[in-house]
């Protein structure tokens, strides 16, 4: 009697440990979010009161709210065709079965070993209106801070350039998958390259291809660090993003109420973004 209640334990057991850490970092802040969400909370972040859905009144007739939601979604709808593109190209570059081309990959994914931070940093220094060279190799003196336009760009290709990598090391895997019997049957059809491409590669690479449309989607609308480091939200709050707004509200302006309920509202769009991604999934997507 004993060994059996001990044999339906112990795999409860052996996942405590996860179970414990998920709690503490996962389920207890997201329970802690949700009511503060509806309560009226001091400078502390200590609740007070309860204030059922005033913080979310409060931010649906924010127009700032709206502005920054706007910003986010903006970011989104461009930065990630672009990462998905550059990654596929960079992917096909490489992807050379017949000759090594370990150099090439090698340089194609280090942006990977840079932190955001870190990469933040060199391409501001890059965008520098007197010493940059961007500038220089423009030959024009341009302010990438002085306009939302030229600021958006800044972070867009900084963005790019940060997860260049990755969208390489995934669509390169991608199209290592692709069976040598598809091409050579191709090449015996007479197909040229472009053909090949079209009509075998990137349909044996969607599901590789969708699986980066949602975690660059994710990132997009979860981009912060870039915005921090090079325009804090500038000029004028043009580039404040649903994140940035989030760590301003809680951190620098202390209103926690509307931090969490700005987090909350978040984590729907972002819920919402992927159930519509996944039933895409159905029309475009082919598995082998």
Do not use: H
């Not at 220094?125 to 958006?152: C, D, E, K, P, V």
């Not at 990598?165 to 998958?177: E, P, W």
């Not at 075998?200 to 969708?210: A, H, S």
């Not at 043009?238 to 978040?266: D, K, M, P």
């Amino acid at each position: 009697m004993k060994n059996s209640i001990v044999k339906k334990i112990e795999p409860y057991l052996y996942l405590l440990p996860v179970f414990v850490l998920f709690g503490m970092f996962v389920f207890y802040p997201l329970v802690r979010t949700v009511v503060m969400s509806v309560s009226s909370v001091n400078t502390m972040g200590e609740i007070v009161k309860f204030a059922g859905i005033k913080n979310f009144q409060r931010l649906f007739l924010s127009q700032e709210f709206w502005r920054n939601l706007k910003t986010t979604f903006t970011f989104a709808v461009i930065l990630v065709p672009f990462q998905l593109f550059i990654g596929l190209l960079m992917a096909l570059l490489a992807d050379n079965r017949k000759r090594k081309s370990g150099t090439i990959r090698v340089i194609f994914a280090l942006p990977m070993s840079i932190s955001y931070a870190c990469g933040s940093m060199i391409w501001m220094l890059m965008f520098n209106a007197n010493t940059g060279i961007i500038n220089y190799l423009l030959g024009r003196q341009i302010s990438w801070t002085g306009s939302r336009g030229s600021a958006m760009v800044m972070i867009l290709v900084t963005t790019c350039w940060l997860t260049a990598g990755m969208n390489f090391i995934y669509t390169l895997s991608g199209l290592q998958s692709v069976p040598d019997e598809l091409y050579e049957c191709s090449r015996l059809e007479g197909s040229n390259y472009w053909q090949t491409v079209r009509y075998i590669t990137l349909p044996l690479v969607t599901p590789t291809m969708f699986f980066l449309l949602i975690i660059n989607t994710i990132n997009a609308f979860q981009i912060f660090t870039q915005v921090k480091m090079m325009t804090e939200g500038g000029p004028g709050g043009g580039t404040t993003v649903l994140a940035y707004s989030i760590y301003e509200s809680a951190f620098i302006s202390n209103r926690w109420g509307n931090a969490c309920a700005q987090s909350l509202v978040f984590f729907v769009i972002l819920l919402i973004m992927s159930a519509i991604q996944f039933r895409v999934e159905k029309k475009g997507v082919f598995y082998q």
